[in-house]
């Protein structure tokens, strides 16, 4: 241990030269031979005749107050002796969170309805995602930025409430512009991989097949989770009104889980249908281990090995000895 003793910060050794001055000062002034006193009286009556003459407390607080500069300046200089490891990179993992917020996500197959519980599995999302940047997009007929990448996942939470069918101007479901939207906030931050979280219950369309296949070439990685039934129910708008397609028909919201799953296949991620439970919000997010993006993660995380400071000890023992020099009248003894 003795071997390795040193001082981090060296350099405060210097703040004792304004502690010397000081001690200089006051003995300089304790010493003055230009009173005539101290010719005709006796030593031990010179401190009650004379003002401002240091007594034997005196002197003892002083050195009580250069005793708390030492070890002020020794904390300071961080003495040191053993070595810790400390995380030098945090994994970063990039995901953007892709809501479908067309019309047949009001469809009451699943209760309330499959916005509702889409909008509970994306604040389940945020609240599971501990580590990296998180984005989000919705989509109908084109995609909008809800919010980009950022480690402030209580901000996206706030804005999913207000999300519905009603914030997009022309109702459609084109999957491809989620992706591609989504891939945008990828290049835009910066980031070289990450992972697409699709929620959506619409048919994914060649486009969108292709778009998926272009973002794994990159490194994006869409994942996907199905939100409806197979069995399908009449769509409903945001006014419980029933959606209608072009020729006037009532729309049934089906739910093409094959061909979402060769989606999620197209973007080398993980198809997850809906559940009651967490179940499928545990199955997204162990996506990126399965895909290999957390074990990429992991190889950037590196710790170093650096020394550890233990002067926080000697500043308990300067707050106590500073205790002292704070009782009144004590310092006016020094001065």
Not at 104 to 132: C, F, W
Request: with cysteine; proline share 4%.
């Amino acid at each position: 241990m003795l071997g390795s003793f040193h001082f981090i910060r060296p350099w405060w050794w210097l703040a004792l030269i304004p502690a010397l001055l000081i001690v200089i000062l006051w003995y300089k002034k304790s010493h003055a031979s230009n009173n005539n006193w101290k010719e005709y009286c006796d030593p031990h009556l010179l401190e009650h005749i004379l003002v401002g003459t240091p007594s034997a407390r005196s002197n003892w607080l002083l050195a009580l107050f250069a005793l708390v500069w030492l070890f002020m300046v020794f904390a300071l200089s961080g003495p040191s002796w053993s070595r810790y490891a400390a995380p030098v990179y945090q994994k970063n993992i990039a995901r953007v969170i892709v809501l479908d917020v067309s019309q047949s996500m009001n469809a009451t197959d699943i209760t309330p309805s499959r916005m509702q519980r889409a909008k509970y599995k994306v604040l389940d999302l945020l609240h599971a995602i501990k580590e990296g940047q998180t984005g989000m997009v919705v989509f109908s007929s084109s995609a909008f930025v809800v919010s980009p990448l950022t480690a402030d996942s209580n901000t996206i939470a706030s804005m999913v409430p207000v999300l519905d069918s009603n914030i997009v101007p022309v109702q459609g479901s084109d999957i491809a512009a989620g992706l591609a939207k989504a891939g945008e906030l990828f290049k835009q931050s910066g980031s070289t991989r990450g992972e697409i979280i699709l929620i959506t219950d619409s048919s994914p369309s060649a486009s969108a097949l292709t778009e998926a296949t272009n973002l794994a070439k990159q490194g994006f990685v869409t994942s996907v989770l199905a939100i409806g039934t197979k069995e399908g129910t009449p769509a409903r708008d945001n006014n419980g009104n029933f959606a209608t397609d072009a020729n006037g028909n009532i729309s049934l919201a089906h739910l093409d889980s094959s061909g979402l799953e060769k989606l999620a296949q197209a973007g080398n991620g993980e198809y997850v249908g809906f559940t009651g439970d967490n179940s499928d919000v545990d199955g997204l997010l162990k996506a990126a281990t399965l895909n290999d993006l957390d074990a990429k993660a992991s190889a950037e995380s590196q710790t170093e090995s650096l020394w550890q400071d233990r002067g926080d000890y000697l500043i308990w023992v300067a707050l106590i000895l500073v205790a002292f020099l704070a009782r009144r009248g004590w310092l006016e003894k020094i001065c």
